[in-house]
């Protein structure tokens, strides 16, 4: 499988990597997270080059997780702002965050703190059970085959 077809898998995991699954879109998530907004702001903080980030904003916007909003008339230039399918990657962000404080920190500590503004404290990203509650563990959870796996097999099962 050639990687421009991975986000034809029937696989939630392939489809999101297959718009956020290289290292510059995740920094330019992180840093559209942290209040940039600007082509050369982007481009300042990350020092990829102007093609690349041209392409990543591109594809972000493509697939709405950012959007263009003007802020210069005469001379148009853009600011690149985060949609509600863009924010709702934050949890993904969080996670990388908590692995790499854990894993990554080369024993000098988190290089950020998060605090929740409602509450005013500290927090560690945690991944939840919707239903209980309780702290996700890897070793407790079964995956089960969706109604979106038997849709796709049976879309190709009739294309065959």
Same mark, same amino acid.
Request: charged residues 25%; contains cysteine.
């Given at each position: 499988?050639?990687?421009?077809?991975? $986000?034809?898998?029937?696989?939630?995991?392939?489809?999101? +990597?297959?718009?956020? *699954? /290289?290292? @510059?879109?995740? &920094?330019? %998530?992180?840093?559209?997270?942290?209040?940039?907004?600007?082509?050369?702001?982007?481009?300042?903080?990350?020092?990829?080059?102007?093609?690349?980030?041209?392409?990543?904003?591109?594809?972000?916007?493509?697939?709405?997780?950012?959007?263009?909003?003007?802020?210069?008339?005469?001379?148009?230039?853009?600011?690149?702002?985060?949609?509600?399918? $863009?924010?709702?990657?934050?949890?993904?962000?969080?996670? +990388?965050?908590?692995? *790499? /404080?854990? @894993?990554?920190? &080369?024993? %000098?500590?988190?290089?950020?703190?998060?605090?929740?503004?409602?509450?005013?404290?500290?927090?560690?990203?945690?991944?939840?059970?919707?239903?209980?509650?309780?702290?996700?563990?890897?070793?407790?959870?079964?995956?089960?085959?969706?109604?979106?796996?038997?849709?796709?097999?049976?879309?190709?099962?009739?294309?065959?």
């Amino acid at each position: 499988m050639k990687w421009h077809d991975v $986000g034809e898998q029937p696989c939630s995991v392939a489809r999101t +990597l297959s718009i956020v *699954g /290289d290292r @510059w879109t995740m &920094l330019i %998530l992180r840093n559209a997270f942290m209040g940039v907004r600007r082509f050369d702001a982007f481009q300042s903080v990350l020092g990829v080059t102007r093609h690349v980030l041209a392409e990543r904003l591109k594809r972000l916007t493509e697939h709405e997780i950012l959007i263009k909003v003007p802020y210069q008339d005469r001379q148009e230039r853009f600011e690149y702002r985060l949609t509600e399918k $863009g924010l709702d990657l934050y949890p993904l962000l969080l996670s +990388l965050v908590k692995w *790499g /404080d854990k @894993w990554m920190d &080369l024993r %000098l500590g988190a290089p950020l703190e998060y605090t929740h503004k409602t509450c005013g404290k500290k927090f560690t990203p945690l991944m939840v059970c919707s239903e209980c509650g309780e702290p996700i563990d890897p070793r407790a959870v079964t995956p089960m085959i969706g109604p979106g796996m038997v849709q796709w097999a049976a879309k190709m099962q009739a294309a065959v």
